[in-house]
């Protein structure tokens, strides 16, 4: 095979992988290529949960059209990066992270209040979402709450999987206009969109095949279906020539080709001209698109005294064994007794025995605390988290291969009375190597 050959066999083969294979469910969205010490020192995730559907197996099912909510809180943390967003992230989007539109978003509120679009936020500041979803495309979907930020990127929450099954109706989505009417968002205005973009590409096809396509006989004359120039890739005589000539005079253009761009000129003019046409008079009443843009009000999770003040003192990590041990001072500020509830970072969230579920299925995991039990009021104790590290480095969040050996999250205490706070830790991570 003569290397063109194998060039286009190479591309042809590449263009249609893409067109005939369809990708298979991915069982994750590389967020775990992302930094580990970026991942934990931004966004915390505390209290994620998906309600509605069954329950099987720990896996979420719901039917075409039924729907679940994805409930959580986010904190936009203090320890937030400076090499991120310039170390004041302004901009911020809830969202989900899933496999394409497989599920869709009928509602999101954040701090109670209803969100269409992005918001302005504030390091330190905790964001409460609520997003309704409503299964649309048949399968087993994994979905994440995910917190972009402008200037940096996207953070990834616990994640849970949810099986969307075929309904015997398939799927719709009412929507109640206006006007009254109600109109099917999955399929409205299809066809003219469709029939519209047609048109445009064949346009475009014709015009890209008139100047590339077609061979020459022996003497320069065109041999084509179309009389084609390949004056477009003929580059060494359209460089030999001044700017602003089209090379009739050595033979690169002639005056059927001056035809053929009238032609074309006139076609595309009336295309153009009927898609204005149609849509004035089909749609008379428009509204442009609408940016709704606005600061969540704050929330009793802003406005708490916190229940404990934190001194991190050591962060060691055990390559072999894999074990992580975290000791943090810890003072009782309030007037109350209170208990470690909970320690979040990333995607991960680790709870001493006898706790609640506060994460999905497989994104809970176990902390060994000592000395266990409450904190009395104004004492100061020395608690020791050890952790077994296998999901850590599962995560890929042991950040041993980084520029940053950091251990970052939340710390959430609870009181007698269920009031819960959190605190950040930060710490620079020791890994112990034989
Ligand atoms: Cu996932």
Redesign the pocket.
Known sequence: MTMKKRLAVVLFLGIASTLVFTASP????G?KSQEAFLRMRSIAFTDVNFTGGRLQNGETHIKQGEFVTLKGVAKLMDTWPDTLAAGLPRIGYINI??QGPCVEMVARSINGVSTPGRIEIAKGRFYSFEMKLMGRRPGRW???PSFAVKGAGTV?GP???VNVERASGGFSSPVTLYNGKTINLENYGLTTVWGFQVVGFILGMIWIFYWTAGKRNPDGSPKSWMGGKRTVTNPAVTLSIPLNDDGVAVGLNSKRDHRAVNMMVVATTIFLLIGWIYQASAYPVKIPQQVVQFEPPKTALDTAEPLAKVDPQFADYEPDSRALTVEVSVTNVSSNPIEFAEFTTS?LTFVPPGSTLTAPGGYQQPVQVSPSGPIQPGATQKLTMKIDGNSFVTEHLVPTSESQLTLAGLMVFKDSTGKKTSAEIEEPLRPHFK
């Open positions: 991915a069982s994750a969205h967020e992270a899933t994994h979905i994440h990834l994640g849970q999987w995607t």
